[in-house]
């Protein structure tokens, strides 16, 4: 684990490159509708959106989707396609948690992927969203199961080398919310240093604001 931040804004352009990292949020995606079954009356956010690979994925099934991420230059990249696609049902804000900014408007759902290793204080987060949600509203987040510190290549501003599920029910009990689930989104496979291949889980847990 690290203490530095990741330039996530250094890494925006080239972002969407990796078809890995495409299929992993639809996949997310997938998940997500079917555990949580978003509809059309939702407010929804998408928190650690990036350049809104789930958030667009999501974006046809609600009201109104809002892209939250620090990294202005992730949200720019989420803005021309928003620009590109015509959507008037997008939006973004620049939000970082863990400056103590705190998230604006009310959401009845909130949104997730694999950002959560990045944030040094997951409890907190999860407190913050607790906020953000309107009673009755639901948090689903996808993250990695425990990997070892072996998923990532470069393991800067990773704070979290995955989560145990248990633990993450808990975090959400703590922070307010009930009917807690949690399922796997997916497996991502990726090459090992010896030519074999390893997989890695990644888990979506969900609930819902009492």
Not at 9 to 32: C, F, M, Q, T, Y
Not at 148 to 163: K, P, R
Request: with cysteine; charged share 25%.
């Amino acid at each position: 684990m690290t203490s530095e931040k990741r330039d996530f804004d250094a890494a925006a352009a080239s972002w969407d490159e990796k078809p890995a990292r495409v299929k992993l949020a639809g996949e997310v995606a997938e998940a997500i509708i079917r555990e949580v079954a978003p509809h059309r009356a939702m407010q929804a956010a998408d928190f650690g959106c990036g350049t809104g690979l789930l958030s667009l994925r999501l974006q046809p099934l609600v009201a109104s989707i809002t892209g939250i991420d620090s990294s202005p230059g992730m949200l720019d990249i989420l803005k021309a396609k928003v620009a590109e696609g015509k959507w008037t049902n997008v939006r973004t804000q620049l939000v970082d948690v863990e400056k103590g900014e705190a998230l604006a408007g009310k959401y009845d759902l909130i949104t997730s992927s694999m950002t959560l290793h990045h944030i040094r204080e997951p409890q907190v987060l999860l407190q913050q969203l607790h906020v953000a949600l309107v009673p009755g509203g639901i948090l689903a987040i996808a993250d990695l199961d425990p990997d070892g510190g072996l998923f990532h290549d470069d393991n800067t501003g990773v704070f979290h080398f995955g989560f145990e599920r248990a633990a993450v029910r808990a975090m959400f009990a703590e922070a307010g919310f009930g009917d807690i689930r949690d399922s796997t989104a997916t497996e991502i496979v990726k090459p090992a240093a010896d030519g074999t291949t390893r997989g890695f889980s990644v888990f979506l847990v969900s609930g819902r604001k009492m």
